[in-house]
């Protein structure tokens, strides 16, 4: 992992450095290399030996699917530390991770494939950590709006081998996609600025802009099948905003609420960042309503023995409220 992410990061900052590319462009250019085995920049022939040389050191089919994405995850976090766009940010490995586990439990007694659906896929980090860690043969759908990310999504997602489906797209906007059994969203935060598409939506603002994260929850559940579920990562105050009302209602008219589990406080720099992971299941004949909702809030990811207790009674709570 620490040679793929020298590689990433070294023809990265080379490609940066002689181009007029970005460092996350760049590391997109690099990835593309890797999964080609070739240089395929226009440079001059020194500039093409020295990206061949570096791509000489690396045996990427010796190399696991997370060992892939952990040193892309580096590399991209790296460039996002240099990156002055608001929306640059990734989904962090502990949290990927966890979503995996509880995506998993939900379908753990399914036998036929699945389809996942991400709304904001960033550089695709959350969505190849769940294919990667998936006990069920899985294909996935995602949607991102920023070229960049998109790019860095695609290219991880080759270099991992994953049936993944890329669409350069606001995911708001109408989307020509099928219904999914499952849909994993690490939600923007903020105002959608396009009123008119806002409109056609039952979560629209009477006044203003609507909120981003509200639309993309109902377009989560209308895009969902039956009985199928929905995890988001939400914003702690996304029922306290003066539209968390209209929010609730919808959600309890269209899904079951299955929990909120809060993310540590220790993963924020301030408690005005903190998130949670928000669980759902869209309603149908199969799903259940459980009695009691899991709430709680999640030790540290450092603490093995706290976390260890809290798996233990999440998963005493899906096999006594979802009989999972």
């Known amino acids: 992992m620490e040679e793929l992410y020298t590689y990433l990061d070294d023809a990265a900052t080379y490609l940066e450095n002689i181009g007029q590319v970005t460092y996350l462009e760049g590391l997109a250019e690099a990835g593309e290399n890797l999964f080609r085995g070739e240089v395929c920049q226009p440079v001059s022939l020194e500039q093409k030996e020295w990206l061949l040389d570096k791509l000489s050191s690396i045996h990427i089919e010796t190399s696991s699917k997370e060992d892939v994405r952990k040193a892309f995850q580096l590399a991209v976090l790296k460039g996002m530390k240099g990156a ?172 079951n609420i299955l929990g909120l589990l809060q993310l540590p406080k220790s993963m924020f720099q301030s408690e005005q960042f903190g998130k949670s992971i928000f669980m759902l299941q869209k309603k149908g004949e199969e799903a259940r309503q459980p009695k009691q909702a899991l709430l709680a809030e999640l030790p540290s990811f450092s603490k093995k023995d706290a976390l260890a207790d809290m798996m233990n009674q999440i998963n005493k709570w899906f096999q006594e409220e979802l009989r999972i």
């Open 84 to 255: 002055v766009q608001p929306h640059h940010s990734m989904t962090p490995d502990a949290v990927c991770l966890f979503i995996s586990y509880l995506v998993n439990k939900v379908l753990e007694k399914r036998e036929e494939p699945a389809l996942l659906l991400d709304l904001a896929a960033g550089s695709g980090n959350l969505v190849n950590a769940i294919l990667n860690q998936a006990n069920i043969q899985l294909s996935a759908g995602a949607f991102e709006v920023d070229e960049t990310l998109l790019k860095l999504a695609f290219v991880s997602a080759n270099l991992q081998k994953h049936e993944l489906q890329l669409f350069h797209q606001d995911s708001v906007e109408p989307i020509a996609f099928e219904e999914v059994d499952l849909v994993v969203t690490d939600l923007p935060v903020g105002y959608y600025p396009k009123d008119q598409i806002a409109k056609s939506y039952e979560l629209q603002s009477k006044e203003g802009h609507s909120f981003i994260h509200h639309l993309m929850i109902e377009q989560a559940i209308n895009k969902t099948k039956a009985n199928g579920f929905l995890f988001f990562l939400v914003p702690n105050f996304l029922f306290q905003s003066e539209q968390a009302k209209q929010l609730h209602e919808y959600v309890k008219k269209e899904a």
